[in-house]
Nanobody, 125 residues
Framework: VQLQASGGGSVQAGDSRRLSCVAS????????VAWFRQAPGKEREFAAA????????YYAESMKGRFIISRDNTKNTVYLQMNNLQPEDTAVYYC???????????????????WGQGTLVTVSS
């Protein structure tokens, strides 16, 4: 599967932004899709995931209550709605996918076989 992330840009603190990740191929509902992010000078970290099948959602603690992940399997698309953005949310955001991923592994990037190219979100104060 190929992934295309979009929706990044420059925003002000407190603004919202929605990222999209569109997948090519079939059987999109067989894939757990996650968003990871990498801030300047930092390691990439997990942000949120939507599991295959029923679409159970998972969030990093720092993003709970502000970020919402959702998916539309009819459009092969996963969204990340980001609210109340802060300068520390500045990062390149990547979407990633893995087929039939065990829910215990959703937080770990090495289990994801497919990655999009990343989209930059810059939040200024």
């Amino acid at each position: 599967v190929q992934l295309q992330a979009s929706g990044g840009g420059s925003v002000q603190a407190g603004d919202s932004r929605r990222l999209s990740c569109v997948a090519s191929g079939r059987a999109f509902n067989h894939y757990t899709v996650a968003w990871f992010r990498q801030a300047p000078g930092k390691e990439r970290e997990f942000a949120a995931a939507s599991s295959y099948g029923v679409g159970t959602t998972y969030y990093a603690e720092s993003m709970k209550g502000r970020f919402i992940i959702s998916r539309d399997n009819t459009k092969n698309t996963v969204y990340l709605q980001m609210n109340n953005l802060q300068p520390e949310d500045t990062a390149v955001y990547y979407c990633a996918a893995a087929s039939f991923l065990n829910d215990n592994h959703v937080y770990t990037e090495r289990y994801y076989s497919f990655w999009g190219q990343g989209t930059l979100v810059t939040v200024s104060s």
